[in-house]
Every structure is written in structure tokens, then in C-alpha cells.
């Protein structure tokens, strides 16, 4: 399924949310299981199943990472449920040294200012990799598609550390 | 029930007709009804005026009594008077008891680990105690406003699992009554405050009931109810506030062994002494032991406040935790709603409060707001204002995921997921001629299924007999609106439906049901088939209805051809309603169903262009 063509944007790594948001809201409004209530339980299920679809769409495209890695499946490119690793050796050094600021958080004096440095680090250089990553889908190539799966799978790991870095700032709570 | 209508098509059966529907909140210690009258959603008094019904449903050997009745004959009966039943909906026995205090009741486990009261009417369930909760509602409701309902919205708690919501539709249904939505309660009361007309921007409600404990943050945006993240406690709530009080007046009092009786009138009185230390500094806690002696002690507001801190600590913890979940910090906040008779107490609104860093709403009574909302959106969804711009976008509470090996799980569906939600999963057989597959399907956030709660297990059979590793099976998990999970799986190559057989692991089979169906009609002195046969017949008039009423609009989409095979349809689906015949009308229905999906595509994919038509043009 073509989450542009759903909706009606053209395909693009910058767009405008704002706008996305606004045309999500009116599809919902046209196939949410809400406006069907009163109606057969076929036109129910339909309904059910295309909200499920314009709900992923949203997901997908509202979401940096999920909109690229949409964009390169459009181009032929699945990369979702690849093994592929990233090789960039100053990259996984760089990875390796966040890990180690992850662990020392809890027994830090200083956690939260920790915390606050790392978010600020990550989103430093997510918006970096993100920059690159706009330039290389919009033109499109075969080598610009390798080289942007590539700065996709480097964002996961991003992802992945953010979501380290929460259950961390959680544990802190208990 | 409404009586079977046959509408010619194109013309819908009396279009302007007001139609009657109620918002249930059925709660753990009070349940209300409400609906929307000459414009307005108010909660529905009974004969002698009181709007609030006890959840409290007592059994004796001839009779059932619920409210206040049942209340009375709490502390005479423990064991046959069943309170707070909400806490043991879709729970398992050893879950409910590695919890909570001493419970009165005789408890028995059921095949699947569910608890059953053992009552002096015999073995109940929790569902069908919370259908005796919804009966009198339900009538009162028809009483008041003179017809039958053709349909309820029940709300309950936003952290709900799925086995919690199921066990609520199910209670409904034992009634005959046509759930239109569950509706979570932090919704409702964003609904009741007519948020949406007002303001846009980011709201935060604060749901604290008698047992369980929600925040919900929601974006508002012209008349859309953007659930962002929810998150809470389904096991948390003023109940124990009362709990902690009891033990801490045990102690005051000295009494080492509680009987049943004494148990619960000490309960009952701590629920007094907190209620009053809303607006009182100090307040006298007095029993009366089963010698006849009354002792007496003196509880004061910091006390009360010390013992129940930690607890609210609670709540706040999980306020920071579904912020960060929902993308904002609490300066985004423009508003917040307090929900349930616990926001009273004065410690539970200072701490929101600071948190925040706003003065809660709490204009409408917060017993009363969640019912309110309810009645607002079952008006919306039964048909009487088809301008309405409301829509709730609701999310699904907690992450829903699937056992691999070694106990681990690989989430499916992660927690705050926009519902309605599908997700599709590919599996593939480990031996040659396998036929069979199975799945153990849990809802929680943690890695090992031991940590989470078992919601079904499952298994697949009909699988083409294929070398190993050659059969690919698709497994379609879907969650529809109301949170509750259903699932589908398809071979690939073969496109071989495969069957499944679900086994909720805290719910109950379908087999269960019909069960309890059957025993409610032997009560009621009603008659099985004819509920179905008349069911049918209504689902038969929904249908021709909305099609006649489709037909009007957009027969265009059709050719001449597929027009007259569907006109032909619908005439075989009329005359078949008019027997008495169920199966050959459910068999028309489904007939219909498939002449028509085309038609129901086409429609849909009009209405989407349609929706879209007012954006600004950006086509490809």
C-alpha cells in the first residue's frame, strides 16, 4: 500500500505534518467505525479495516524514520526486516561510548543532568543523519538508495539508544 | 428490543425518528445512567430520586437485590453481598488474591483459573454479577424515557486489558443490550466538559475511581478527541485508600482477629471517616465489636494523608511516564479534568496540582461527568445528530504481543497504538507435513511472558500438509475500536483459510456465554430462539436499511447489471425475514454481504476522496 497516495501527498522526505495531521483527521472522519455504528456488520468490519490502514499510514509517514524506510520499500527496497549491519567504525565507536554515559546514569550524583546531555547528544546528531538522509531520497538513485538505507539503519540505532536512555530515566523513578 | 421494520429501498424507516440510547458508567463502587434529553445529557434518578447505584449486588435464596437494598444487608451478609466486582473482571483468582485484603466470599477457581462466587443462589461469575449491576439501570432507563434502548455506550477504565473490556461487553450482552462502543472513561469526561467546541490544544484527565486509576493526555482539534498515551493503574484506587485505613484502624483498636462481619463494617466506616477528612481536620472512627462494645479513635487529616502518600506518589509517577509517552511536557498541558469520587480527596488534588501547574477542572460533579459524556456520544452514535463533528480517536493501553521461544515475546502491537489497528505476522512450519500451529497471545509491557497477562492461546489447524519451512502462514491480529482483539490467519501460497480456535485465558468461551445465555432465559422466562430469530430480523432490517439508504446515494457506482443482482438480493433477504426461519436469514444476510462488498469498497473509496477534496491540492 502507497501511504502517499492514500493521502493524496506527494511522495517527499519533507512534509508538512501540520498538513498531514489535517488530512488524517478527514479520513478518519470519512472510515472511522464511529460513523458506521448503525450499520451492517460488513460495513462495520470494512470500516474497521480501512481506519486500521489509514492508522498505519499516519504512523508511517508522521514518523521520520518509518516515512524513509516507506519511501525506499515504494523504491523496491525492503529493508525492515534486513540483518544488514551498519560497518562505519567511527559510528559504532561513537555507539559503544553512549552505551557505556547509559550505564554509569544510575550510580551518577548527576543523573539528570546526564539524562538532559544525552537527549540533547542523540538529538544533535539524529538531526544530522536526518539532513543527510533528505538529501540522498531526493534524488533518486541506486547509489543514493544504498546510501540512504544505510543512514536509515543508523537512526534505528539511534532509536534503540533513546528508548535505552527512557527505560533508564524510568528505573530512576521506581 | 425495537420491532422489526421493513423499509422499501430507498427509503429508510422513520428518518427523523429520535432514537433511544443511554451512557452506562458502571463503576466499582457506583454505577450510573444517563442520557441526553431535550438536548441535554443528564443522569437518570430513580423512584426515590437517587442517581448513583451502589455497585453492590446481594444473593439470597429467592431473591437477587442490587443498590442500596443489597448495600443494607452488606454488613448482615459479606459473603452473599458482593462488592467492588469490577476489581475481579477478567482477573484470575490467584491474581485477585495475591492482592487484596481478606475477602468475605466463598471463592472457587473455574476451569480457566476464573474466580466464582459461590453465592446462596449458587456458583456466579463475575460478569453475571455485573449484568445484575446493569439491569436495574437498563430498565430504569426504559422506564424513564418510555422505549425500549436500541443500544448503550459503557465506559470503563482507559487501562483496561482486553479480557477487562470483554468481560463488560459480555455483561451487556447477557442482557440483550446492543453495546454501541465502550468508551474509556477519560474520554467521557473530556466529552461531558465540551472540551472539544471549546479550546484546541493539548488536556490531561486525572481518573481516580474507587479501583482503578487512569491519565489520559488527548489532543484536541476541532471536534477530534486525539487520544495521545494513556496509562494508569487498573488495580488502583480510593478502595485502597479504604483498605489502609482499615488496617491502620485495626491496629488503633487493637483487634487481632476480624470476622467477616466486623471486617466489613470496618471497612465501611473507614470509607465514612475518609469521606468526612475531605473537609475536616480530625474525625472519630467508631465500631461496634461483636460483644457489644463501641471503641472509638481519632484519625486525623495528616495521618490519612501519611498512610495513603505513597500511593498518590503513584499516580504521579505514571502522569510523568505517559507525558514522555505522548510526546509533551506538563507546560504543553492547557487543561486538566479530575474524574472520579477519589480526586475529592484534598492530598489527590494539591499533588495533581504541583505536578501540573494548573487549577483542575472540577466544575461537573466527578461522579457523575464520566456517565454524562457517555450519554452525549451514545446520542452521536445512535443516530440523533448525524452533524456532530465529535470523534474519539482512542489508543490501546497496553502492548499486545505473542510468545516465542524461551518465554520471550515479540510485541505485536505496542502500547499507545491508535485503535482500530491491524497487524499482520508471517510464521512458518518446523516440520514436514505440519498441520497445525500454536499461538499464545499476552498483553503487557515487559519481556517475559510470565510478567505479562496470558489474553489467549490459540491454534491454527487446516495448514497444508508442505515440506518444512514451505507453508507460510499470514496471522492478522486486529483490535477494532473498542480495544478488543480478534485474529485471522491465511497460508500464503495456498491462500488455505486457516481456523482458529480461541481460548481466552481470563475471559470466557463462547461456549460459557451461550451457557450463561441460556440461564438467564430460563429466569426470565424468555425463549432462546426467539431472542435469535428476532435478532436476526433486526440485523436483516439494519441491513436493508443502510443498503436501500446506500443505493439512494451512490447507486451510480454500479452498473445495470450488478444493480439488479443486488435489487434481487435484497427481495430474497426481505422475503426470507419475513419467516421464521433463522438460519436461512443469517445465510440471506451473508449472501447480501457478498453481493455487496464491491459496492461497500467503492463506497468507501469515494468517501475518501471525498475527505480529502477540501485539502489543498497536492495530488500525484
Not at chain 1, 531520497?137 to 532509536?159: G, P, Y
Not at chain 2, 484534598?346 to 459524556?373: M, Y
Not at chain 2, 439512494?552 to 419475513?578: F, M, V, Y
Amino acid at each position: 500500500m502507497n501511504y502517499f497516495e492514500l493521502f493524496q501527498i506527494t511522495p517527499s522526505f519533507d512534509i508538512d505534518t501540520a498538513n498531514l495531521a489535517e488530512r488524517y483527521r478527514e479520513l478518519q472522519r470519512a472510515v472511522h467505525p464511529d460513523k458506521f455504528a448503525n450499520e451492517s456488520e460488513q460495513q462495520k468490519l470494512l470500516s474497521v479495516q480501512r481506519t486500521a490502514q489509514v492508522n498505519d499510514g499516519y504512523q508511517t509517514l508522521k514518523n521520520p524514520l518509518r516515512r524513509a524506510e516507506h519511501m525506499l520499500s515504494l523504491r523496491g527496497i525492503d529493508i525492515s526486516h534486513e540483518t544488514t549491519t551498519v560497518k562505519d567504525t567511527a559510528f559504532l565507536m561513537q555507539q559503544m561510548e553512549w552505551r557505556e554515559s547509559l550505564e554509569d546514569i544510575k550510580d551518577s550524583q548527576q543523573a539528570d543532568e546526564l539524562i538532559d546531555d544525552l537527549y540533547q547528544s542523540f538529538a544533535g546528531f539524529e538531526k544530522t543523519l536526518s539532513q543527510l538522509l533528505a538529501t540522498l531520497l531526493a534524488t533518486e538513485s541506486d547509489e543514493n538508495n544504498l546510501s540512504a538505507a544505510d543512514q536509515i539503519r543508523k537512526l534505528k540505532f539511534m532509536a534503540k539508544l533513546q528508548d535505552e536512555l527512557a527505560r533508564v530515566e524510568d528505573s530512576l523513578l521506581d | 428490543m425495537a420491532l422489526f421494520q421493513i423499509a422499501e429501498p430507498g427509503q429508510s424507516a422513520a428518518p427523523h425518528q429520535h432514537r433511544l440510547a443511554v451512557g452506562i458508567d458502571l463503576g466499582t463502587t457506583n454505577s450510573l445512567v444517563a442520557a441526553v434529553r431535550s438536548g441535554e445529557a443528564l443522569t437518570l434518578p430513580d423512584d426515590s430520586n437517587q442517581h448513583s447505584l451502589p455497585s453492590v449486588v446481594h444473593y439470597s435464596v429467592d431473591s437477587i437485590e442490587t443498590g442500596l437494598a443489597a448495600q443494607a444487608l452488606s454488613v448482615k451478609d459479606p459473603q452473599n453481598t458482593i462488592v467492588s466486582v469490577k476489581r475481579f473482571m477478567g482477573r484470575s483468582l490467584a491474581d485477585i488474591q495475591s492482592g487484596e485484603q481478606q475477602l468475605p466470599y466463598s471463592l472457587t477457581a473455574s476451569d480457566n483459573g476464573l474466580p466464582i462466587f459461590n453465592t446462596a443462589q449458587g456458583a456466579v461469575n463475575p460478569v453475571q454479577v455485573s449484568a445484575e449491576i446493569l439491569k436495574p439501570l437498563i430498565s430504569r432507563a426504559e422506564k424513564t424515557l418510555g422505549g425500549d434502548l436500541e443500544g448503550v455506550v459503557i465506559t470503563v477504565p482507559a487501562y483496561f486489558d482486553d479480557a477487562q473490556r470483554q468481560g463488560t461487553k459480555d455483561a451487556a450482552e447477557l442482557l440483550g443490550v446492543k453495546v454501541l462502543r465502550l468508551l474509556n472513561e477519560p474520554t467521557a469526561a473530556a466529552i461531558a466538559y465540551g472540551l472539544d467546541t471549546k479550546q484546541e490544544g493539548v488536556i490531561a484527565i486525572y481518573d481516580l475511581g474507587g479501583g482503578t486509576f487512569d491519565i489520559s493526555i488527548l489532543r484536541l482539534n476541532r471536534g477530534v478527541f486525539e487520544v495521545l498515551a494513556t496509562g494508569g493503574d487498573s488495580a488502583l484506587g480510593g478502595d485502597d485508600f479504604d483498605h489502609l485505613l482499615q488496617a491502620h484502624l485495626q491496629r488503633a483498636f487493637g483487634l487481632t482477629e476480624l470476622s467477616a462481619s466486623l471486617s466489613r463494617q470496618l471497612l465501611i466506616e473507614s470509607r465514612r471517616v475518609k469521606e468526612q477528612l475531605t473537609n475536616a481536620d480530625t474525625c472519630i472512627a467508631s465500631v461496634t465489636l461483636e460483644n457489644g462494645d463501641t471503641v472509638n479513635a481519632e484519625v486525623s487529616k495528616a495521618e490519612f494523608e501519611s498512610l495513603i502518600a505513597s500511593l498518590v506518589k503513584k499516580t504521579i509517577a505514571s502522569c510523568r511516564r505517559t507525558l514522555r509517552d505522548a510526546e509533551v511536557t506538563a507546560d504543553d498541558i492547557i487543561e486538566t479534568v479530575m474524574v472520579g469520587g477519589s480526586t475529592r480527596v484534598p492530598l489527590v488534588r494539591e499533588q495533581v496540582e504541583t505536578f501540573f501547574k494548573k487549577t483542575p477542572l472540577t466544575s461537573i460533579d466527578p461522579d457523575r461527568v464520566v456517565a454524562i459524556g457517555a450519554a452525549i456520544q451514545a446520542d452521536i452514535l445512535v443516530g440523533n445528530k448525524p452533524e456532530s463533528d465529535l470523534l474519539l480517536l482512542d489508543v490501546i493501553p497496553l502492548s499486545l504481543g505473542i510468545e516465542t521461544m524461551g518465554g520471550l515475546i515479540e510485541k505485536v502491537v505496542t502500547r499507545n497504538t491508535t485503535i482500530p489497528v491491524a497487524r499482520a505476522q508471517e510464521f512458518t512450519t518446523f516440520k514436514d507435513g505440519q498441520t497445525a500451529m500454536a499461538f499464545h497471545v499476552v498483553q503487557g509491557e515487559r519481556e517475559l511472558v510470565d510478567d505479562c497477562r496470558s489474553l489467549a492461546r490459540f491454534t491454527l489447524n487446516g495448514i497444508p500438509a508442505l515440506a518444512a519451512g514451505a507453508a507460510h502462514i499470514r496471522v492478522t491480529f486486529q483490535v477494532d475500536a473498542d480495544g478488543l482483539l480478534s485474529v485471522t490467519a491465511m497460508e500464503k501460497s495456498t491462500e488455505v483459510k486457516t481456523t482458529i480456535q480461541v481460548k481466552p485465558s481470563f475471559g470466557l468461551s463462547d461456549t460459557e456465554i451461550a451457557t450463561m445465555l441460556k440461564d438467564s432465559m430460563k429466569h426470565a422466562k424468555d425463549d432462546i430462539t426467539r431472542r435469535m430469530l428476532a435478532e436476526q430480523q433486526v440485523e436483516a432490517s439494519r441491513v436493508v436499511e443502510t443498503l436501500s439508504a446506500a443505493l439512494a446515494k451512490d447507486a451510480d457506482l454500479l452498473n445495470p447489471q450488478e444493480l439488479a443482482d443486488i435489487n434481487a438480493a435484497i427481495e430474497q433477504l426481505q422475503l426470507t425475514a419475513q419467516g421464521d426461519d433463522t438460519d436461512a436469514i443469517e445465510k440471506a444476510i451473508e449472501a447480501l454481504d457478498a453481493q455487496t462488498q464491491e459496492f461497500a469498497n467503492r463506497r468507501m473509496d469515494n468517501s475518501i476522496r471525498a475527505a480529502l477534496k477540501g485539502q489543498s491540492v497536492e495530488n500525484i
